[in-house]
């Protein structure tokens, strides 16, 4: 590899990381040496990328810094266009048109070279899938509701047709193959429910704030999901 690709992986490596990554880290995903690594920090270092660490604590790229948006390689856009398609047939309308256009921005700006690989990409989704059936709420009002963390108060009719109100903190939404669901604090359940979108018969959306973070929520949901027993019926 040479050392302007490696510099560039660093830094998306470094990019992706959520938490310090060690030299070690970084070294057996290049495939290269450790001493080769530390070199290559004081490098981009010396070029001012703001990356903070030291040799064995590990290193994170402080935010603000950013790469041209469209050095793409050619496997980063099969995942983008792959990824896209997905949402293209699952997703909800919304997200469909977002989709759409992220191919097209990706197909526009891509030299010509790389273009096949994003108007007849070799990675492929179904097309026989199942339909979904349709959301009986808006869902992008769902996820700024969410990014907002901000209340819904629901009318939700459960599997055996019984109707009940719910107000509820949304904290995430499951596309799935057959059905799309609401995670969410049930408020009434004092509990986490997962409600199917098509099964709601009601929706407002509140202004009133729910007290936690939603990353916070999401945290405690996934926790749950891994210590639960049979679920719960909503």
């Known amino acids: 590899m040479r050392k302007a690709d490696r510099l560039f992986q660093i830094i998306q490596i470094l990019r992706r990381a959520r938490q310090p990554i060690t030299a070690d880290a ?32 590990g290193y994170v790229l ?12 050619p496997d980063e856009i099969e995942a983008a266009v792959l990824g896209a398609q997905w949402v293209m047939a699952r997703g909800d309308p919304a997200l469909v048109r977002a989709a759409q256009d992220l191919v097209a921005k990706i197909a526009a700006a891509v030299p010509e070279r790389l273009r096949p690989l994003v108007l007849d990409p070799s990675a492929r989704t179904r097309s026989d ?6 959301d009986a709420i808006d869902m992008a009002e769902v996820r700024r509701a969410i990014h907002g963390a901000r209340k819904i108060q629901l009318g939700y009719r459960d599997e055996k047709g019984e109707d009940t109100a719910r107000k509820v903190w949304p904290i995430a939404i499951g596309y799935l193959e057959t059905v799309r669901m609401m995670v969410a604090w049930c408020e009434l359940r004092k509990d986490f429910r997962h409600f199917r979108t098509d099964r709601i018969t009601a929706a407002a959306f509140l202004d009133e704030r729910y007290p936690e973070r939603p990353a916070a929520l999401r945290a405690k949901w996934r926790a749950a999901l891994r210590d639960r027993v049979p679920e719960k019926k909503t």
Do not use: H, N, W
């Open 26 to 57: 970084i070294a057996v995903e290049l495939e290269t040496s450790k001493r080769s690594v530390y070199r290559d920090i004081a490098t981009l270092m010396g070029q001012r990328v703001p990356i903070r660490g030291e040799a064995g604590m």
């Open 62 to 73: 402080e935010a603000g810094f950013d790469l041209p948006p469209l050095m793409l390689t």
């Open 129 to 134: 899938q199942l339909p979904i059936p349709p």
